[in-house]
């Protein structure tokens, strides 16, 4: 009596063991198809940052939002180097009216809260790499920002 006592408590344990291995495997499973979703979904929030709007006026407006993250603040910089970094030349000594915009989005960028000066170097040296006419109007701007910030 006690053999068989004992072949049912081996099979019983056998059986709850095959039973917590099929739920530990089928868990792991479900995880996998977890982290490949969370992959693709990362893709896909690539992708809308590729389609995000990058004309001269959206990207003026994330600079001039006030709760822009520093992040933020970085991308659209980069954006805005990318797409809009070369300047119309100079009409004679007058700046071209197209100016307008990078002085206005240099001062806002020299106020805002968090800002930097990583991104404000970043889009000084960028703009005057690329347009070496306009290096006293980009700092007098930027100067214009800075200043305007108070203590």
Known sequence: MDATLFIQSLLGLISLLAILLFFLLYNFKDKEKTVKKDISEEVIAEEKKEKRDTSMEAL?????????????????????LKYHGSIHPKLGTRTHP????????????????NTNKELLLLFDKGLEERNPEYK?????????????RGI
């Open 60 to 80: 003026r407006k994330v600079i001039r939002h006030e709760n822009t993250s520093t992040e933020v603040l970085k991308e659209t910089i980069e954006l805005l």
């Open 136 to 148: 006293k109007e980009i700092n007098d701007a930027l100067m214009k920002g800075l200043n305007s």
């Open 98 to 113: 197209d100016f307008d915009n990078y002085a206005e989005i240099l001062f806002y960028l020299g106020r805002h809260k």
